[in-house]
C-alpha cells in the first residue's frame, strides 16, 4: 500500500510548489503568491509502473490559527486534549464558518501516513506557526517540517531551527521548490523511510527510479549539446560566389540559430518544462570562410580513418578467417578484404572539396569562438533546468555567456572544433555518432559542465 | 516487469521518436525482432564453419612424414597457439578497450550492411544497435560470439584429431638443441596441472624418455598416454576455458543489457499520475470572502506617504519578518505583535479617545493579507492612531483589504524605506 503524505502549513509557504516538484509537474494546481490560492482538498498519486507509490494531499493553508489555537483554548475546550479537540470539530464540524478552510485541513489529519509541514524560512517563527504546530501534534502523527526557500539570502533557517529543536523536531528537511536539489528530495523520501519503515522498499525503488531518472535526463542533455556543436560547427553553405552574399549569410545563422532552438526544445522536453520556462536570446554568431586544408594532418588523418574503418570492415572478415585457421591461410584473406574496403572510400572525400576550389566559391561555417559561446549557453541551460524546480516561475533567459574556462581548455576546444569542423559530412546528422571526435566532444562537456550527477552529493 | 516487456516499452519510445512521434508500424517491430532471428541464425552458421574448419585444420596439423613421428609440444602450438594469442588479445581489450571504437564501429557497419540487404528502415537497425550492442554491452556480445567461436573450432578439432588418432599409429615425439630432459619433464608436468583435475594422466618420466626423439619405437602404452594427454590438453585449455569465457560473456551481456534497459526506460515515463478531489472549494461564504480580491473603487484610493516619523509614538510590528524600516530603529519605541499573547495585550490597551498611548501599527505588506491577520486589524484599528503599510508587494491588496473593513483612508498611509 501507498504512504500517504499530508502537506500542510500556513498560506503561501510553498505547499503546491512543493507538490509540483515532486512530481515533476507545472500542471498541478494553481500558485500565486496571495495567500488563499489553494481552496480544495486535492490528493494526487504517484504511480510506479501503475502501482500507487505515494499519495500527496495538497490541502488549503492555515490563514487564521491564531484565531484558531484561541478558540481552542477557550472553554469547555480547554478540558480536552488536543487529539480530543481535533476529533470532535472534525466530526461534529461545529468551527465557525470562518475557518471553513482550516476545517478543510484538520479532517484530512486522520487519513495520512505522515505530516509535511511546510515553512517558509523568509518568515521568524511567528506565534501563529506555532499554534499551527500545536494543532497538528494532536494529530498524534509524525510530522516533518520542510523548509522551503532555504535559497533565499535573506532566510531565518537558524531561528527555526531552534525552534524546531525545542519542540522535538529533529528530523527536517531543506528543500527549495524554486531551486531544486536531488540530494535534498532524496533526504526527503530517506526521513520518510525512517518514520515508515513498512514503506521502505516502495520509497527505495522511488530514489532509485528519481536518481537514474535525473542522470539519463543530463546525459541525454549533455548529448544532444553534443550534437548541435557538431551540426553547427560541420554546417556549411557553399556562396555562389568568393564573398558570401547578405541572404547567404542570413540563411546561415538562421540555420545555426534553428539548431540552438532544437536543441533548447529537447532540453524543455527533457526536463518536462514548458516554453515559457526559458527565452533564447539573440546568439552573436561570427562565421567566415571555411577552407578544408587538404593538407592539415587531421584531415588526411579523416579520410585515413575512414579508409582504414571501411578496410577494417573487409579486413575483420579476413582476420577472423585468418586466426581461425591458425595462420595457415597466411594472411590473403585478410588482404584481400582490405584493397576491397579501402578503394570505395578514398574517392567520397576528396570531391566536394576539389569541386569547390576550382569553381571559386567560398564557403560559410562557424567560428571556434560562436561554438564556445554556444557551448557554454548549451551547458549554462542544462545546469539551470538540472536544478530547476517545477514550481519556479521566472523564465530564464540565455543571455550570450562570459566564457569561464582556462586559456588551456579554450586551446584544445578549439582544436577540437577544428577538427570537427573538417566533416562537413556530419551535417546531416540526427544521432551523436561513436566516432572518437563526436566522444570527445562529449567529454569536454561533461568535463566543463560543472553539473555533478545525483548520485553523488551536490553543493548549492 | 520481464527482460522482454521492458525493452518493447522501450523500443517503442525510440521508434516512437525516430518516426516523429507517429506510431511505429507493426512492420518496424516486426523488423526488429526479425533482426535478432537473423543474427542469431548468422552466428549458428559462423559456428558452423569454424567446427568445419576446426574439423579440416586438425589432421594438417598432425600430417606426418614417414617415420610417422609427432613433435608433441610442436604440435600443442599449433592446436593452441593461435586460440592462445586470440585469448590474450581479448584480455588487452577487455582490460583497455572495452569501449573500442574500431570494433563497434566495424560490428555497426556489418549490422547496417545486413539491414540494407534485407531492406528494413534505417530507424529499426539504429534502435538495434543502441538498445543491444552499444558501449560495454556491445563487447559482452562480441566476447560471446568470439568464445562461442572458438569452441566450436576447437571441438572440431578435437574431434578430427581424436578420430585421426582412433585410424592411424602415430609416434609422439620431442626434440630439442638447448634444453635437457629434465626441462621437458617440468614443462610436461606444469601444463598437466589442470588435466589432471579432470582425471587426465600426466605422461611419466619413462614416457618422456621414450619419447625422446631418437628413440626406437615406442610402447603402445606411452603412445596412448601421449595421446589422450594431448587431446586432454587441448580440452582443458582450450574447449573448457573457451565454453566458461562464454558462459560469462553471456551472463555479463544480459546483465549489462539490462542494466540498460532499466537506465533507457527511466526515461520512458515509468511514472504516471491520478489526481482526485477530496474536498471541494464550494460556494464562497460570506465570512470567507477575501476582501483583498474585491476590485471595486476602493482601489483608487491614494495613500498619504509619511516623511517623518514622530519618536514619541509607540510603533507596533504586526508579524514582522524583515529588516526594521530605517526610520523605525532603536531609538524609537517599537514593539514586534508576533504572536496571540502579544496580538491579545495590544487589544487589551485603552483605545486613543480614552487616553491610551498613541500608537501607530505598522504592516509589512511584503506578505499577503489573510483571514487571520484581518480579523485582528478589524479589533486592532480602534487601540492606534493610524496603520501604516511599509512598502511591498500586496500593499494595494491591504489597502483594499482594510477598506472593506470598513477602516476610512484617513487613517491608512504608506511608509516608504
Same mark, same amino acid.
Given at each position: 500500500?501507498?504512504?500517504?503524505?499530508?502537506?500542510?502549513?500556513?498560506?503561501?509557504?510553498?505547499?503546491?510548489?512543493?507538490?509540483?516538484?515532486?512530481?515533476?509537474?507545472? +500542471?498541478?494546481?494553481?500558485?500565486?503568491?496571495?495567500?488563499?490560492?489553494?481552496?480544495?482538498?486535492?490528493?494526487?498519486?504517484?504511480?510506479?509502473?501503475?502501482?500507487?507509490?505515494?499519495?500527496?494531499?495538497?490541502? @488549503?493553508?492555515?490563514?487564521?490559527?491564531?484565531?484558531?489555537?484561541?478558540?481552542?483554548?477557550?472553554?469547555?475546550?480547554?478540558?480536552? %486534549?488536543?487529539?480530543?479537540?481535533?476529533?470532535?470539530?472534525?466530526?461534529?464540524?461545529?468551527?465557525?464558518?470562518?475557518?471553513?478552510?482550516?476545517?478543510?485541513?484538520?479532517?484530512?489529519? /486522520?487519513?495520512?501516513?505522515?505530516?509535511?509541514?511546510?515553512?517558509?524560512?523568509?518568515?521568524?517563527?511567528?506565534?501563529?506557526?506555532?499554534?499551527?504546530?500545536?494543532?497538528?501534534?494532536?494529530?498524534?502523527?509524525?510530522?516533518?517540517?520542510?523548509?522551503?526557500?532555504?535559497?533565499?539570502?535573506?532566510?531565518?533557517?537558524?531561528?527555526?531551527?531552534?525552534?524546531?529543536?525545542?519542540?522535538?523536531?529533529?528530523?527536517?528537511?531543506?528543500?527549495?521548490?524554486?531551486?531544486?536539489?536531488?540530494?535534498?528530495?532524496?533526504?526527503?523520501?530517506?526521513?520518510?523511510?525512517?518514520?515508515? /519503515?513498512?514503506?521502505?522498499?516502495?520509497?527505495?525503488?522511488?530514489?532509485?527510479?528519481?536518481?537514474?531518472?535525473?542522470?539519463?535526463?543530463?546525459?541525454?542533455?549533455?548529448?544532444?549539446?553534443?550534437?548541435?556543436?557538431?551540426?553547427?560547427?560541420?554546417?556549411?553553405?557553399?556562396?555562389?560566389?568568393?564573398?558570401? &552574399?547578405? /541572404?547567404?549569410?542570413?540563411?546561415?545563422?538562421?540555420?545555426?540559430?534553428?539548431?540552438?532552438?532544437?536543441?533548447?526544445?529537447?532540453?524543455?522536453?527533457?526536463?518536462?518544462?514548458?516554453?515559457?520556462?526559458?527565452?533564447?536570446? @539573440?546568439?552573436?554568431?561570427?562565421?567566415?570562410?571555411?577552407?578544408?586544408?587538404?593538407?592539415?594532418?587531421?584531415?588526411?588523418?579523416?579520410?585515413?580513418?575512414?579508409?582504414?574503418?571501411? #578496410?577494417?570492415?573487409?579486413?575483420?572478415?579476413?582476420?577472423?578467417?585468418?586466426?581461425?585457421?591458425?595462420?595457415?591461410?597466411?594472411?590473403?584473406?585478410?588482404?584481400?578484404?582490405?584493397?576491397?574496403?579501402?578503394?570505395?572510400?578514398?574517392?567520397?572525400?576528396?570531391?566536394?572539396?576539389?569541386?569547390?576550389?576550382?569553381?571559386?566559391?567560398?564557403?560559410?561555417?562557424?567560428?571556434?569562438?560562436?561554438?564556445?559561446?554556444?557551448?557554454?549557453?548549451?551547458?549554462?541551460?542544462?545546469?539551470?533546468?538540472?536544478?530547476?524546480?517545477?514550481?519556479?516561475?521566472?523564465?530564464?533567459?540565455?543571455?550570450? &555567456?562570459?566564457?569561464?574556462?582556462?586559456? #588551456?581548455?579554450?586551446?584544445?576546444?578549439?582544436?577540437?572544433?577544428?577538427?570537427?569542423?573538417?566533416?562537413?559530412?556530419?551535417?546531416?546528422?540526427?544521432?551523436?555518432?561513436?566516432?572518437?571526435?563526436?566522444? #570527445?566532444?562529449?567529454?569536454?562537456?561533461?568535463?566543463?559542465?560543472?553539473?555533478?550527477?545525483?548520485?553523488?552529493?551536490?553543493?548549492? | 516487469?520481464?527482460?522482454?516487456?521492458?525493452?518493447?516499452?522501450?523500443?517503442?519510445?525510440?521508434?516512437?521518436?525516430?518516426?516523429?512521434?507517429?506510431?511505429?508500424? /507493426?512492420?518496424?517491430?516486426?523488423?526488429?525482432? %526479425?533482426?535478432?532471428?537473423?543474427?542469431?541464425?548468422?552466428?549458428?552458421?559462423?559456428?558452423?564453419?569454424?567446427?568445419?574448419?576446426?574439423?579440416?585444420?586438425?589432421?594438417?596439423?598432425?600430417?606426418?612424414?614417414?617415420?610417422?613421428?609427432?613433435?608433441?609440444?610442436?604440435?600443442?602450438?599449433?592446436?593452441?597457439?593461435?586460440?592462445?594469442?586470440?585469448?590474450?588479445?581479448?584480455?588487452?581489450?577487455?582490460?583497455?578497450?572495452?569501449?573500442?571504437?574500431?570494433?563497434?564501429?566495424?560490428?555497426?557497419?556489418?549490422?547496417?550492411?545486413?539491414? =540494407?540487404?534485407?531492406?528494413?528502415?534505417?530507424?529499426?537497425?539504429?534502435?538495434?544497435?543502441?538498445?543491444?550492442?552499444?558501449?560495454?554491452?556491445?563487447?559482452?556480445?562480441?566476447?560471446?560470439?568470439?568464445?562461442?567461436?572458438?569452441?566450436?573450432?576447437?571441438?572440431?578439432?578435437?574431434?578430427?584429431?581424436?578420430?585421426?588418432?582412433?585410424?592411424?599409429?602415430?609416434?609422439?615425439?620431442?626434440?630439442?638443441?638447448?634444453?635437457?630432459?629434465?626441462?621437458?619433464?617440468?614443462?610436461?608436468?606444469?601444463?598437466?596441472?589442470?588435466?589432471?583435475?579432470?582425471?587426465?594422466?600426466?605422461? %611419466?618420466?619413462?614416457?618422456?624418455?621414450?619419447?625422446?626423439?631418437?628413440?626406437?619405437?615406442?610402447?603402445?602404452?606411452?603412445?596412448?598416454?601421449?595421446?589422450?594427454?594431448?587431446?586432454?590438453?587441448?580440452?582443458?585449455?582450450?574447449?573448457?576455458?573457451?565454453?566458461?569465457?562464454?558462459?560469462?560473456?553471456?551472463?555479463?551481456?544480459?546483465?549489462?543489457?539490462?542494466?540498460?534497459?532499466?537506465?533507457?526506460?527511466?526515461?520512458?515515463?515509468?511514472?504516471?499520475?491520478? =489526481?482526485?478531489?477530496?474536498?471541494?472549494?464550494?460556494?464562497?461564504?460570506?465570512?470567507?470572502?477575501?476582501?483583498?480580491?474585491?476590485?471595486?473603487?476602493?482601489?483608487?484610493?491614494?495613500?498619504?506617504?509619511?516623511?517623518?516619523?514622530?519618536?514619541?509614538?509607540?510603533?507596533?510590528?504586526?508579524?514582522?519578518?524583515?529588516?526594521?524600516?530605517?526610520?523605525?530603529?532603536?531609538?524609537?519605541?517599537?514593539?514586534?505583535?508576533?504572536?496571540?499573547?502579544?496580538?491579545?495585550?495590544?487589544?487589551?490597551?485603552?483605545?486613543?479617545?480614552?487616553? +491610551?498611548?498613541?500608537?501607530?501599527?505598522?504592516?509589512?505588506?511584503?506578505?499577503?493579507?489573510?483571514?487571520?491577520?484581518?480579523?485582528?486589524?478589524?479589533?486592532?484599528?480602534?487601540?492606534?492612531?493610524?496603520?501604516?503599510?511599509?512598502?511591498?508587494?500586496? %500593499?494595494?491588496?491591504?489597502?483594499? $483589504?482594510?477598506? $472593506?473593513?470598513?477602516?476610512?483612508?484617513?487613517?491608512?498611509?504608506?511608509?516608504?524605506?
Amino acid at each position: 500500500m501507498a504512504i500517504t503524505l499530508l502537506i500542510v502549513g500556513h498560506a503561501n509557504t510553498g505547499k503546491t510548489s512543493l507538490i509540483r516538484t515532486l512530481m515533476r509537474d507545472q +500542471g498541478f494546481g494553481c500558485v500565486n503568491n496571495r495567500a488563499g490560492t489553494t481552496r480544495h482538498v486535492e490528493q494526487i498519486t504517484l504511480k510506479q509502473n501503475d502501482t500507487p507509490v505515494l499519495h500527496l494531499i495538497d490541502t @488549503p493553508g492555515f490563514e487564521d490559527s491564531v484565531g484558531l489555537w484561541q478558540l481552542r483554548q477557550q472553554s469547555p475546550n480547554h478540558a480536552l %486534549t488536543t487529539s480530543q479537540w481535533l476529533t470532535k470539530v472534525t466530526q461534529e464540524q461545529d468551527l465557525p464558518d470562518h475557518y471553513e478552510q482550516e476545517l478543510k485541513i484538520l479532517k484530512q489529519l /486522520p487519513h495520512c501516513d505522515i505530516i509535511l509541514y511546510v515553512i517558509d524560512l523568509r518568515q521568524r517563527p511567528l506565534g501563529k506557526y506555532l499554534n499551527e504546530l500545536d494543532l497538528l501534534a494532536g494529530a498524534n502523527k509524525p510530522i516533518v517540517p520542510i523548509l522551503n526557500f532555504c535559497s533565499d539570502a535573506h532566510n531565518h533557517e537558524s531561528a527555526w531551527r531552534q525552534m524546531l529543536a525545542e519542540r522535538q523536531l529533529h528530523a527536517h528537511v531543506r528543500y527549495d521548490t524554486v531551486a531544486f536539489y536531488f540530494a535534498d528530495e532524496r533526504k526527503l523520501y530517506q526521513t520518510l523511510q525512517s518514520l515508515a /519503515p513498512d514503506h521502505y522498499d516502495p520509497l527505495q525503488t522511488l530514489i532509485q527510479q528519481r536518481q537514474a531518472d535525473a542522470e539519463l535526463r543530463l546525459d541525454k542533455a549533455q548529448q544532444a549539446l553534443a550534437l548541435t556543436l557538431i551540426q553547427s560547427a560541420t554546417c556549411q553553405i557553399v556562396c555562389q560566389s568568393k564573398t558570401p &552574399s547578405e /541572404p547567404e549569410k542570413a540563411a546561415f545563422q538562421q540555420r545555426i540559430r534553428t539548431f540552438e532552438q532544437q536543441f533548447v526544445q529537447q532540453c524543455l522536453t527533457l526536463f518536462q518544462f514548458q516554453q515559457d520556462d526559458v527565452v533564447l536570446d @539573440p546568439l552573436a554568431i561570427k562565421d567566415e570562410a571555411w577552407q578544408q586544408d587538404l593538407f592539415d594532418e587531421n584531415t588526411l588523418k579523416a579520410w585515413g580513418l575512414n579508409t582504414t574503418t571501411a #578496410a577494417s570492415a573487409g579486413a575483420a572478415i579476413g582476420a577472423g578467417i585468418d586466426l581461425l585457421t591458425a595462420g595457415l591461410s597466411l594472411g590473403t584473406a585478410t588482404a584481400l578484404g582490405a584493397m576491397v574496403g579501402a578503394s570505395w572510400q578514398t574517392g567520397r572525400s576528396f570531391k566536394s572539396t576539389l569541386m569547390n576550389t576550382l569553381k571559386q566559391r567560398s564557403v560559410l561555417a562557424l567560428q571556434a569562438t560562436t561554438l564556445m559561446a554556444m557551448m557554454a549557453r548549451g551547458q549554462q541551460l542544462i545546469a539551470h533546468l538540472y536544478h530547476r524546480g517545477h514550481a519556479s516561475q521566472n523564465a530564464y533567459h540565455t543571455a550570450n &555567456s562570459n566564457l569561464l574556462w582556462e586559456q #588551456a581548455t579554450q586551446k584544445q576546444l578549439e582544436r577540437l572544433f577544428h577538427k570537427i569542423g573538417q566533416r562537413s559530412e556530419w551535417q546531416e546528422l540526427t544521432t551523436l555518432p561513436s566516432h572518437p571526435l563526436a566522444m #570527445a566532444m562529449l567529454e569536454e562537456i561533461q568535463k566543463t559542465g560543472g553539473i555533478q550527477k545525483a548520485g553523488k552529493s551536490e553543493s548549492r | 516487469m520481464s527482460i522482454h516487456e521492458r525493452e518493447q516499452k522501450v523500443l517503442s519510445t525510440f521508434l516512437n521518436h525516430h518516426f516523429s512521434n507517429t506510431t511505429p508500424s /507493426p512492420t518496424h517491430l516486426h523488423q526488429y525482432q %526479425t533482426m535478432d532471428h537473423v543474427i542469431a541464425r548468422i552466428h549458428v552458421s559462423l559456428y558452423l564453419i569454424c567446427f568445419l574448419l576446426g574439423m579440416m585444420a586438425a589432421p594438417l596439423a598432425f600430417q606426418t612424414g614417414n617415420d610417422q613421428k609427432l613433435n608433441i609440444f610442436w604440435l600443442l602450438v599449433i592446436l593452441l597457439g593461435a586460440h592462445g594469442f586470440n585469448l590474450l588479445f581479448w584480455l588487452a581489450t577487455l582490460l583497455f578497450f572495452k569501449n573500442g571504437h574500431v570494433l563497434s564501429t566495424v560490428q555497426t557497419l556489418l549490422i547496417h550492411q545486413v539491414g =540494407r540487404f534485407l531492406k528494413w528502415d534505417d530507424g529499426v537497425m539504429n534502435a538495434f544497435i543502441q538498445l543491444r550492442l552499444e558501449g560495454i554491452k556491445g563487447f559482452w556480445f562480441r566476447s560471446r560470439f568470439t568464445h562461442a567461436a572458438w569452441t566450436a573450432y576447437l571441438l572440431g578439432g578435437v574431434l578430427s584429431a581424436l578420430f585421426f588418432l582412433m585410424t592411424h599409429q602415430v609416434q609422439f615425439v620431442w626434440q630439442t638443441t638447448l634444453l635437457t630432459q629434465q626441462n621437458f619433464a617440468d614443462l610436461t608436468h606444469f601444463i598437466s596441472i589442470l588435466p589432471s583435475i579432470f582425471g587426465i594422466a600426466t605422461p %611419466t618420466l619413462a614416457d618422456i624418455e621414450w619419447a625422446q626423439f631418437n628413440h626406437a619405437s615406442q610402447p603402445d602404452e606411452t603412445r596412448q598416454r601421449w595421446a589422450i594427454w594431448l587431446l586432454g590438453c587441448v580440452m582443458v585449455y582450450g574447449v573448457v576455458m573457451r565454453v566458461a569465457l562464454w558462459a560469462g560473456s553471456r551472463w555479463r551481456y544480459r546483465q549489462t543489457f539490462h542494466q540498460s534497459l532499466l537506465k533507457l526506460s527511466a526515461n520512458t515515463k515509468a511514472f504516471s499520475q491520478e =489526481r482526485t478531489i477530496l474536498d471541494a472549494d464550494h460556494v464562497l461564504l460570506e465570512a470567507n470572502k477575501h476582501p483583498s480580491y474585491q476590485r471595486d473603487e476602493q482601489s483608487n484610493v491614494r495613500l498619504e506617504v509619511v516623511n517623518q516619523i514622530d519618536s514619541a509614538k509607540h510603533y507596533f510590528l504586526f508579524e514582522w519578518s524583515g529588516p526594521l524600516p530605517k526610520q523605525i530603529n532603536a531609538m524609537t519605541q517599537h514593539t514586534f505583535l508576533d504572536d496571540g499573547s502579544t496580538q491579545q495585550a495590544f487589544l487589551q490597551q485603552p483605545i486613543p479617545e480614552q487616553g +491610551g498611548s498613541q500608537n501607530i501599527l505598522v504592516i509589512a505588506s511584503a506578505s499577503s493579507p489573510d483571514r487571520g491577520s484581518l480579523r485582528f486589524m478589524k479589533h486592532a484599528v480602534a487601540h492606534c492612531e493610524a496603520i501604516w503599510l511599509f512598502s511591498g508587494e500586496f %500593499t494595494e491588496d491591504w489597502v483594499n $483589504a482594510l477598506l $472593506a473593513l470598513g477602516i476610512t483612508p484617513s487613517k491608512v498611509a504608506e511608509l516608504k524605506d
